[in-house]
């Protein structure tokens, strides 16, 4: 009994080594050598279309909702000490410093990570990417290059619009619905807002995330099995994985940035 269950951890163990191995390889291989920007230029705009445009919708509406939540439980926290002008930095700080790079990074790894992955192990199950290995094509730089790239420059870019979504629903709800003053609102916000240890770790932060969930999402979709159950399982490990992983990173981003 014991030694059965000692086996399997081993196995375990071992499989999350070499998962990580194969990982470090795909991504070396894709990203490693002379780029041709002739070829890959048209790749990378319609992976940022794919990958980017088309999670701009989830990322407005949640970023609102999250703003206005915010404001809401703010407001009735603040107001309990007389505190209501301070609505502005409180909004802000938690949008920029946490909840705009955490929640957009888990947003898209539901919505473009899963996708991703379906895509690639689709095609390996059909046999694309052998396909191109025998024409001489490296699938490696033609498919998953652009599409990490085009997951590092979008992400980043969706949490500040998030971000900015996100300060805009606080003030509907505390300047148009619980009456704080707007100028309050706004002036609070500039004397309580720093540029760099604000703003530029919260763009750091999203970046970060940026590499773990489309590094995770290309790699779980590259190395599935090439059958309707192994994608299936891939891309519901490259959703729950890639949570984790951010969530985890997050702490110790925080723990680096804002631990004093």
């Known amino acids: 009994m014991i030694t059965t269950k000692l086996q399997n951890l081993g196995r375990a163990t ?3 080594i070499a998962g990580f191995g194969r990982s470090g390889v795909m991504l070396f291989g894709a990203l490693v050598g002379k ?9 990378l705009i319609k992976q940022l ?15 609102l909702f999250i703003g206005m939540v915010l404001a809401l439980q703010g407001y009735t926290v603040l107001s309990k000490f007389g505190a209501e002008g301070m609505l502005g930095p409180l909004v802000a700080l938690s949008l920029l410093r946490e909840l ?3 929640v957009t990074a888990l947003l898209f790894a539901g919505r473009a990570g899963s ?15 052998s396909g191109m290995e025998m024409m001489a094509v490296d699938p490696l730089r033609r498919i998953i290059a652009p599409r990490f790239w085009a997951g590092v ?5 969706l949490a500040l619009v998030f971000t900015a979504v996100g300060i805009l629903g606080g003030h509907l709800i505390g300047v148009d619905w619980l009456g704080v003053d707007s100028g309050s609102y706004w002036s609070a916000m500039q004397a309580n807002v720093d540029l760099y240890q604000d703003v530029v ?14 590094w995770i999402a290309l790699h779980k979709g590259y190395d599935a099995v090439p059958t309707s159950e192994g994608i299936s399982r891939a891309t519901t490990q490259t959703v729950v ?3 984790l992983t951010v969530l985890g990173f997050d702490f110790i981003l925080t723990a680096l940035m804002f631990g004093g």
């Open 14 to 16: 071992i499989d999350t």
């Open 35 to 43: 780029p041709d920007f002739r070829k890959g230029f048209p790749l």
């Open 49 to 63: 279309y794919v990958i980017g445009v088309l999670s701009l919708l989830i990322i407005l509406v949640s970023g």
């Open 100 to 102: 705009g790079p955490v």
């Open 115 to 129: 996708a991703l992955t379906a895509e690639i192990g689709l095609m390996k199950a059909t046999e694309q990417l």
């Open 153 to 157: 420059i979008s992400m980043p870019l």
């Open 201 to 214: 770790n919260g763009v750091i932060k999203s970046m970060v995330f940026a590499v773990i969930v489309i």
């Open 241 to 243: 994985t890639a949570s």
